[in-house]
């Protein structure tokens, strides 16, 4: 039971942070395990009640827990949560609720594309100058879709006859 715990720890130890390696877990993405895995109920055990349990059990100067660490504060959570049970069945009704979740993502903001937007964006249907700008992909041209640049070989700027000479003597 303790296994299956530890990889839903690494989940949310992991969750949002790039640099964690999954063997501690920050004060956030505890309450979001508690949260997430329903050992947060806003009745019994609280969001303060999570906090102030994680700074029981964490070192002095620290910012994370460890596994160790981690389990004895779901031990005290599990005393608080399930107040009729012994502290081994707590702890075991604790892993139970954890048993398979993965960090939620609910809420999340996404990207979205409506009404005029997708219009707005689709190069094919540019005109104009505009239309210049961009290849047949609808992929941008850069520098040169934007700037008129200007031939800089031969004697004179931006003639325009360049290459033409020697058809015109051979005759």
């Given at each position: 039971m303790a296994?299956?715990?530890g990889r839903t720890f690494q989940r949310f130890a992991v969750?949002?942070?790039s640099s964690s390696n999954g063997t501690e877990i920050n004060n956030k993405n505890f309450s979001k395990l508690c949260k997430d895995c329903g050992i947060m109920d806003g009745k019994t055990v609280t969001s303060t009640?999570?906090?102030?349990?994680?700074s029981k059990v964490k070192a002095k100067n620290a910012r994370t827990i460890t596994f160790q660490q981690f389990q004895e504060a779901m031990k005290e959570l599990g005393q608080k949560r399930f107040k009729d049970k012994k502290p081994d069945e707590a702890l075991e009704s604790i892993f139970k609720l954890m048993e398979g979740k993965d960090?939620?993502?609910?809420?999340?903001?996404?990207?979205?594309?409506?009404?005029?937007?997708?219009?707005?964006?689709?190069?094919?249907?540019?005109?104009?100058?505009?239309?210049?700008?961009?290849?047949?992909?609808?992929?941008?041209?850069?520098?040169a879709g934007r700037e008129e640049t200007t031939n800089n070989s031969g004697y004179v700027s931006g003639y325009k006859g360049a290459g033409t000479y020697d058809k015109k003597t051979s005759k």
């Open positions: 296994s299956e715990a969750f949002g942070e009640d999570v906090d102030i349990v994680f960090p939620a993502t609910t809420g999340v903001t996404k990207a979205t594309t409506v009404g005029g937007v997708s219009r707005l964006t689709d190069t094919s249907k540019y005109t104009g100058t505009h239309k210049e700008r961009f290849d047949e992909s609808g992929k941008g041209k850069g520098i």
